[in-house]
């Protein structure tokens, strides 16, 4: 072999030599790849809504004569204003009867809850006026 052939065979392996480091460094050197995002979760359906695959029905119709006037919540217990049909409004108790049937199960911040013969419904408060509101403690 000539000198030519010599300097040219060392350059190629040096070539190569230079090709293969740069190649682990990069790989040695490199983050991992970020985790894929987790699937978002599916909201759970209702069980309200999941009785009427199997015939039953929605009890959102039990309350439509009960109108939500107000909620008081006291030390010892709690009670709604409700009217009931074309009655004046007045203030039941926790337990209490109203309409055909119902219970006043639960009193919440904004709604309660009737118990009608087991089947439970929201009734809600309306939505806040534009005129005064007044606050007594």
Request: hydrophobic fraction near 50%.
């Amino acid at each position: 072999m000539n000198t030519l052939q010599v300097r040219l065979l060392s350059f190629v392996t040096f070539a190569i030599f230079c090709a293969t480091l740069t190649y682990w460094v990069i790989l040695l050197t490199a983050r991992p790849p970020a985790a894929p995002s987790a699937a978002a979760v599916a909201p759970s359906v209702s069980v309200e809504d999941a009785t009427t695959l199997f015939g039953g029905r929605l009890t959102r119709d039990v309350n439509r004569s009960i109108k939500l006037f107000g909620i008081l919540a006291l030390h010892a217990g709690a009670a709604a204003i409700v009217s009931v049909g074309d009655e004046p409004p007045h203030a039941i108790a926790l337990g209490d009867r109203i309409g055909e049937g119902g219970k006043l199960a639960e009193v919440r911040a904004r709604s309660i809850i009737i118990d009608n013969n087991g089947a439970r419904s929201e009734v809600f408060l309306p939505a806040n006026g534009s005129g005064p509101t007044i606050y007594v403690r």
